[in-house]
């Protein structure tokens, strides 16, 4: 039965290969189907094998265990699994959406050479999950930061290769600090497998955890879309096809994830208090600083970027929480943190995923991005629309969908620490509760703003041109289904994934004293909309209606008199202005020369990002200007560059030796 | 049995007397401001009248216009079912703080959708206030529960609003007890936030919402509110006086419902009050109001934590 199930695994990893190879085959579209049709066949291979762990954790599935020099490199355990299956999950619906997808698409995209990275990508992140050494582990990773760079200029417009090249830049930067922090651990050897590199790390010195942590923190956390690393998320997941953004999103970024956790719990020893403390301090910035950018907004997919820049920095402040707990001898909050934080991570793939793939199709329908061109959409298309509103509900983590129940675990973990003995402890507690509410009301705003705005009212824009394909609303209502799934069966899930200490009955949750039944708050909910219309149905039999206008004082109303997403979020703008510091400006121009009151106003609003004005571009400039300075020995003296050459030399045999 | 049959009870009795509650703030606010006032009971007839006129929808409306009466007064209903109102152990165990919260959230929402769907400039320009106002008063919210949950030792509603916990249980919880007052005007739309009296543009919040909605619909709506106040009305008289525990038979259901009348006047009388004798604030003054709910319950929490 073992021995089926490693067989599985090993096959899937072999589909998503073929179905990269399949891709390579011509521009036909048979080709591109079959990639598709054999990415599936992976994903549900995949799948299979996860669940197989989900049943029996006690014994992970390994691989390739033949290659004895690099044994145990690749292995599945519960842990791993947990993010092979979103993997798997997401990969089938990515497959499923791309075939109609890419096919409207064709002229702009390179298909085979797109597929074919899609599955080189796909393959990177299960090298990366399966693989517990350092040498694997960076070979996956490298493939997956390298196909996702190709994938993100895929349309090889100007502004993607910009975010391509940012994206390139900042993913080398942290696969440079992972590679250092896993080198300076293992004192240098590359081919080290985990658990040995776990028994080094626990008589290392306590400087060189320090630095490996910190570089491991970067490393991951400018992968995962942490604040002030995250200046290349909001640019490249725009520019990639949307399919694209939702395994980059939704996915990628947990993979991030799953590393940093990984390495925390699997081979770092415990860390203290301060680092603790800092990736506590560093998820809730970006939480924060993300949900503002999320609410004010105006271009689709930016929006979602920064809402998973928001839901990642929650991630990382349930895991900082987590360990600030373990620190201080709070059993029962470590516990509950990290498990809120990898149901959040699995509810928070489910639904971005989602979110993304419908971002796609209504690109393709109104032929932008703009949320101000944007509108009327639920008219056209009621069950993408409906799809949608689950989507965008659950996002903003309201009952009774999965990420309410991630965050209710969470809150109800804090909450129940509040009086710790130490007042310092819960201070830190009471911040974090505060700032996460308040990060959450932000959350429905944006939320609300992206569904209402693109779907709601008259369109502000052009006609819809292109209605979504069947196989892109399936994917879509899957989605859908899964967090609302995910929400009535989380105690079920959280068996499954090892967190059955948080849960009271197969039905009920339980943090502490507390319990709640996911269920029940649905059917009461259900129950009661229910009732309504029964009772409305009773009382009032009126059926004739009449269609008219809206009110707008009497005056004919056109689709320009609407709210646009600018104007929604103007009280937010306004309120939060100091950390936004949005430029707004008004220009007046005479209009006729003999009369001063005729004239016309131009009002333009810009969106500053704060890290890249005040942090990326001064930087850039410093080095630029340093640059300048190098220059000056830059003679074009042919023997001055030859003492250089030679000083070089000099310096770095006196280093080496 | 005996919880369904107490649950019954309070689900009718919360929704007859919503309307009165409404009417009855009405008719002591004229009666403050020195003028006649309509008869409380106006209400009744108003809901009747509306619920019998024809419908008249905005051409630009989608599927969800029609969804949303449904869904805000589902949700009132919601509040008045699993709330204990009536006894003190009245209410479903099962929801508890968050669950409120994200309900209530739920409910604005939607009444946000429905005026953004209506496509007219009055609708977007309140649905804008009504989701910043709902956004900024989470933590509020939040802060304030967790207070009561603090003291309560659970987080079920339950324990929070019922089983003989006062505001004067904890002394701090005079500091979460007020900042629950000005929740309590946030959301369900009163001075100083918004003015439910007015359809004037630049003050109108939730009115601007409901605009395009008309017959059967703006009755549901109507409805929604006014059960969504008579609930919090409840709630903060729960916090003053003990309500009994439910047990069946005629003193102690009578002595609930007394209480639950009591209650609604009392709190619809200070409403009224509060209402006349002061002006409404300016919509970008609205984070200093925020921020006084805020730091009023956060500091609650704190000295509970502390004393």
Avoid at chain 1, 135 to 163: K, Y
Avoid at chain 1, 280 to 304: C, N
Avoid at chain 1, 315 to 336: N, P, S, V
Avoid at chain 2, 29 to 46: E, H
Wanted: charged share 10%.
């Amino acid at each position: 039965m073992l021995w089926l199930s490693e067989n599985i695994l090993f096959a899937s990893l072999l589909f998503t290969v073929l179905s990269g190879v399949i891709a390579l085959g011509g521009r036909a579209l048979v080709f591109h189907k079959l990639s598709q049709i054999l990415l599936v066949v992976s994903g549900i291979l995949g799948l299979s094998a996860s669940f197989k762990i989900f049943l029996a954790p006690e014994r992970g599935l390994q691989i390739l265990v033949e290659f004895a020099e690099f044994s145990p490199v690749f292995q599945l355990d519960l842990f791993g699994a947990i993010f092979f299956s979103l993997i798997s999950f997401v990969s089938i619906l990515c497959a499923i959406y791309a075939r109609p997808y890419v096919r409207s698409y064709q002229e702009t995209y390179h298909v085979p050479s797109l597929n074919a990275l899609v599955a080189a990508f796909v393959l990177g992140m299960q090298i990366v999950i399966l693989s517990h050494s350092t040498l694997a582990f960076m070979t996956g990773w490298e493939v997956m930061s390298i196909a996702s760079f190709f994938l993100v200029l895929s349309d090889r417009s100007q502004s993607a290769i910009r975010a391509a090249l940012l994206y390139l830049v900042m993913t080398h930067l942290g696969a440079a600090a992972l590679l250092a922090a896993f080198l300076l651990l293992s004192q240098g050897s590359l081919f080290i497998d985990f658990s040995t590199l776990a028994s080094m790390a626990w008589i290392a010195p306590s400087w060189l955890l320090w630095t490996c942590f910190g570089l491991f923190f970067f490393g991951f956390g400018s992968k995962a879309g942490i604040a002030p690393f995250h200046v290349w998320l909001p640019e490249a997941h725009p520019a990639a096809p949307s399919h694209i953004s939702a395994f980059m999103s939704g996915v990628m970024l947990k993979v991030a994830i799953y590393g940093f956790l990984r390495v925390l719990l699997f081979i770092l020893p415990p860390i203290g208090t301060g680092a603790s403390l800092v990736v506590l301090g560093v998820g809730l910035l970006t939480a924060l600083y993300g949900v503002l950018y999320a609410v004010v907004d105006r271009d689709f997919k930016r929006t979602l970027a920064f809402s998973s820049i928001e839901n990642i920095g929650l991630i990382f402040a349930m895991i900082g929480m987590a360990f600030f707990a373990a620190d201080r001898g709070l059993d029962g909050l470590y516990q509950t943190a990290i498990v809120a934080a990898v149901f959040f991570t699995i509810a928070h793939a489910l639904f971005k995923t989602g979110l993304f793939l419908v971002s796609g199709v209504v690109v393709r329908a109104v032929h932008t991005r703009n949320i101000e061109m944007m509108g009327g959409l639920a008219k056209r298309l009621p069950g993408l629309s409906i799809s949608f509103c689950v989507l965008a509900l659950a996002a903003a983590s309201l009952p009774p969908f999965g990420p309410f129940f991630g965050e209710w675990i969470f809150f109800q973990g804090l909450l129940q620490s509040f009086s710790t003995t130490s007042p310092l402890v819960s201070a830190v507690l009471i911040f974090t509760f505060a700032l996460l509410a308040l990060v959450g009301g932000l959350a429905i705003f944006a939320m609300v703003k992206l569904f209402a705005l693109s779907m709601l009212a008259e369109p502000r824009g052009k006609e819809v041109h292109e209605l979504p394909a069947s196989g892109e609303l399936l994917s879509i209502g899957v989605c859908a289904v899964a967090v609302l799934v995910l929400g009535i069966y989380a105690p079920t899930v959280l068996t499954l994934i090892g967190g059955v200490s948080l849960t009271a009955s197969p039905v009920e949750l339980a943090v502490g004293s507390a319990t709640i039944q996911p269920s029940l708050i649905l059917w009461l909910l259900i129950g009661c909309v229910f009732l309504v219309w029964v009772g409305r149905r009773l009382v009032s039999r009126v059926e004739h209606e009449r269609e008219y206008h809206g009110w707008d004082c009497g005056q004919p109303i056109n689709a320009s008199m609407e709210y646009t997403a600018t104007a929604f979020s103007a009280p937010i703008r306004f309120f939060f202005r100091l950390i936004l510091r949005t430029k707004k400006q008004i220009e007046t121009r005479p209009v006729a020369a003999t009369n001063p009151w005729i004239v016309s106003h131009t009002s333009t609003l810009n969106l500053r990002s704060i890290w890249m004005d005040y942090g990326y571009i001064p930087a850039g400039r410093f080095l630029l200007g340093t640059a300048q300075h190098v220059k000056r020995i830059q003679s074009g003296n042919v023997r001055f560059y030859l003492l250089l050459i030679f000083v070089t030399l000099i310096l770095t045999l006196w280093i080496a030796l | 049995m005996i919880t369904i049959l107490m649950l019954i009870i309070q689900v009718i009795l919360v929704l007859l007397i919503a309307p009165f509650v409404t009417g009855l703030i009405r008719w002591f606010k004229a009666r403050l401001q020195g003028r006649q006032g309509a008869s409380p009971l106006l209400m009744y007839f108003a809901l009747l009248t509306t619920l019998k006129k024809e419908h008249v929808i905005s051409a630009s409306r989608s599927w969800m216009f029609r969804f949303v009466p449904f869904m805000v007064l589902g949700v009132a209903v919601f509040l008045a079912l699993s709330l204990p109102l009536v006894f003190s152990d009245g209410g479903i165990a099962h929801v508890d703080l968050f669950v409120l919260a994200g309900v209530l959230a739920l409910s604005s929402v939607f009444l946000v959708f429905g005026g953004l769907d209506a496509a007219t400039a009055f609708g977007g320009m309140g649905a804008s206030r009504e989701m910043t106002l709902a956004a900024l008063i989470e933590p509020a919210v939040l802060t304030t529960f967790a207070a009561f949950a603090t003291v309560a030792g659970s987080a079920s509603v339950q324990s929070l609003f019922g089983q003989g916990m006062t505001a004067l249980t904890h002394p701090a919880l005079l500091l979460s007890f007020s900042a629950l007052i000005l929740i309590t005007l946030a959301e369900n739309a009163r001075y100083p936030v918004d003015n439910p009296a007015t359809h004037l543009e630049l003050t109108m919040v939730h009115e601007a919402m409901v605009l395009e909605y008309s017959g059967p619909y703006l009755a549901m709506l109507e409805y929604a509110s006014s059960i969504k106040l008579t609930v919090f009305l409840l709630v903060l008289g729960n916090l003053v006086w003990i309500k009994p525990e439910m047990y069946l038979d005629a003193p102690t259901i009578g002595l609930g419902v007394l209480g639950v009348l009591v209650s609604v006047c009392v709190g619809s009388f200070v409403l009224a009050l509060l209402e006349s004798s002061m002006a409404k604030m300016r919509f970008f003054r609205m984070q200093e109001y925020m921020s006084i709910a805020f730091f009023l319950a956060l500091s609650g929490l704190i000295l509970i934590l502390v004393v």
